[in-house]
């Protein structure tokens, strides 16, 4: 087996949505992903990885047949910019708005862009201000 390293550091170890259309989720992700510097961790017939997400067709073996619901998955930016690029690149794709970049009353300096994946699930991109972090990320390899 060959060696795989993993970024770790917050409270979720993994989620898993299991879509409908497969190939236009992997566009949408890919698309939106790339703005953010997040890439593609791997990919199979029935599923696709990036890093602590699980996106997969109800044939995988770990979907046991059943759609997942709609869900909330926000991704952290690293400035604004990135958050606009997001949004755009999903608008540009033909995927649909679900809250236009701006702040938002969470806390001060919240700044957030929402789109509809293709199979409904609300994906946030957001900036949470300036701040420095110890480091980003706790690396795993196994």
């Known amino acids: ?3 795989q390293e993993l970024h ?3 409270l979720i170890d993994h989620i898993q949505l299991v879509v409908a259309d497969l190939g236009a989720c992997r566009r949408f992700y890919e698309g939106i992903l790339r703005e ?8 199979a017939e029935d599923y696709f990885w990036v890093d602590e997400l699980f996106v997969s067709s109800a044939q995988s073996k770990a979907a046991q047949g059943q759609l997942t619901g709609r869900h909330h998955i926000a ?7 990135m958050v606009d690029a997001f949004y755009k690149a999903g608008l ?3 995927f649909r708005d679900n809250g ?3 702040e938002r009353p969470y806390h001060p300096g919240y700044y957030a862009a ?11 991109a957001v900036f949470h201000g300036e701040a420095e ?3 980003p990320s706790v690396k795993i390899t196994f």
């Open 133 to 135: 972090r110890s480091a």
């Open 1 to 3: 087996m060959e060696t």
């Open 75 to 81: 991704f952290q930016a690293r400035n604004r910019a």
């Open 8 to 10: 770790r550091g917050r």
């Open 92 to 94: 540009d794709s033909g």
């Open 114 to 124: 929402f789109l509809l994946d293709p199979a409904g699930n609300n994906i946030e």
């Open 100 to 102: 236009a970049p701006g």
């Open 36 to 43: 953010l510097h997040i890439p593609i961790g791997g990919t």
